[in-house]
Every structure is written in structure tokens, then in C-alpha cells.
């Protein structure tokens, strides 16, 4: 397996445009993840879904990002319209089980946001 | 909500033990701690889990008290290939539902020296 596939790899946009950010994850894996990472706030866990469904959102900062699955190969994250303080490395994973006592994460290998 | 609490950074040598240790005074009762390493552009990768007392891999060891409010993640004769930045997660299951709320320290940044 290729392992959890995030693109783009980076990106550079400027303050007010969309951004999309587009993950695959681990086939046969049921649960997605994304994550934002900052130096001031560490990995912080916006949203994550379960066969596709969002679970829990409370980590979306507001209401300029939003998250979709519509398969259970393809999530995106988008930010509109984006600002400066969004730049931040975001990542998704994929876990094939959760609520059991074994939950290893598969990380991708992050999206780097620069917004000017 | 439980929250961790790590050294920001810690410096060793080749060959060393290095122990890392996490506070978790809040861990509620079903909570599991999980260890992870990131290495520079890349995505946090699993290293060990546990519940209570000792959990051991291939390569690292986990120490967990009793209590339960601390656990220390042990990389024994680390080399330079192990610095990396280690993070310590403890799942929070909430008591009403299944949200679980996963709360992710700020790591601590391991330098291992020749």
C-alpha cells in the first residue's frame, strides 16, 4: 500500500482565495483524520470521520473551513477564503480501527499552506 | 478534556538510554497513551501504546505508573537516526457518547549528539 496520500504537497496562495486540500487514505481503513500543525500550537485535530461520516468537527477553527468525504478513498479540506494565520502544515491519517485499545494512526505526508 | 504536558526538548548521546516523560494528570479511566515520532517534513508515526505498567517493542519501552498520571517513553541506545520530535497523545473518551477527543502535546524535541 502507497500509504495515506495527501496533495498538494505545497501550496502558496494568496489572502482571500480558496484553498483545497485533497487526502486519500489507507484502503480498508475506516476512520480519516485531519490535523493542522503550527509551532505555537502543535498538532491540533480539526475534524475526523468515520466510514465517511464526520464525527466530530469541533476542531474546525470556523466557519471558512469545511470538510467533505464523499468516498471512502477521497476527503478534502477547504479553506474560504483563506488568511495569512491559516499557514500551517496540515495533515491527514487513516486508522482501521478506533475505540478498541489499539489505534495507530497512518500520518500522510502533510500539505505545507503558505498564505500571503 | 485530558492534557499532556512534555519537556520542550531534551539532548543526549549516541549510545545512551533516553527517557522522555509526560504528565497526564486528567487521563480518564478507558484512556490509552500512545507515543509518536516526527521527523522534519514528515507525518507523526506510531512508536508504542499503552494502558498501565510496561509495554515493550522492538524499539522502545513504555512505563506507565499505576496512577496513571505520568507515563516514559524509554529509547535505549539511542543513535543519531532518533532525533526526532516525540509527542505523547492520550485518547479522551468522553463520558457522555463516543466523541473522543484527541489532544496532542507540543512534543519534545530530542537531540541525540555523536
Known amino acids: 500500500d502507497a500509504g495515506v496520500i495527501q496533495s498538494p504537497r505545497h501550496e502558496v496562495t494568496e489572502m482571500g482565495q480558496e484553498v483545497t486540500l485533497r487526502c486519500k487514505p489507507i484502503s480498508g481503513h475506516d476512520y480519516l483524520f485531519w490535523y493542522r500543525q503550527t509551532m505555537m500550537r502543535g498538532l491540533e485535530l480539526l475534524i475526523y470521520?468515520?466510514?465517511?461520516?464526520?464525527?466530530?468537527d469541533s476542531g474546525m477553527p470556523e466557519d471558512r473551513f469545511s470538510a467533505k468525504m464523499p468516498n471512502a478513498s477521497f476527503s478534502t479540506l477547504k479553506i474560504q477564503p483563506s488568511e495569512p494565520r491559516d499557514s500551517a502544515v496540515y495533515f491527514c491519517?487513516?486508522?482501521?480501527?478506533?475505540?478498541?485499545?489499539?489505534?495507530?494512526?497512518?500520518f500522510g505526508p502533510g500539505t505545507r499552506l503558505t498564505v500571503l | 478534556l485530558a492534557k499532556t504536558t512534555q519537556p520542550i526538548s531534551m539532548d543526549s548521546y549516541e549510545g545512551q538510554e533516553v527517557n522522555i516523560t509526560c504528565s497526564h494528570n486528567n487521563i480518564a479511566t478507558n484512556d490509552y497513551i500512545t507515543w509518536y515520532q516526527q521527523f522534519p517534513s514528515q507525518g507523526p508515526r506510531f512508536i508504542i501504546q499503552g494502558y498501565k505498567t510496561k509495554v515493550t517493542n522492538e524499539v522502545a519501552s513504555l512505563f506507565i505508573p499505576a496512577d496513571r498520571k505520568s507515563s516514559t517513553l524509554s529509547l535505549p541506545r539511542v543513535s543519531l537516526s532518533d532525533t526526532a520530535v516525540y509527542y505523547c497523545?492520550?485518547?479522551?473518551?468522553?463520558?457522555?457518547?463516543?466523541?473522543?477527543?484527541?489532544?496532542w502535546g507540543l512534543g519534545t524535541s530530542l537531540a541525540v549528539n555523536p
Open positions: 470521520f468515520n466510514n465517511n461520516v464526520p464525527i466530530d
Open positions: 491519517a487513516s486508522t482501521p480501527l478506533w475505540g478498541s485499545s489499539y489505534n495507530e494512526q497512518f
Open positions: 497523545l492520550v485518547g479522551d473518551l468522553e463520558s457522555a457518547g463516543n466523541n473522543r477527543k484527541l489532544i
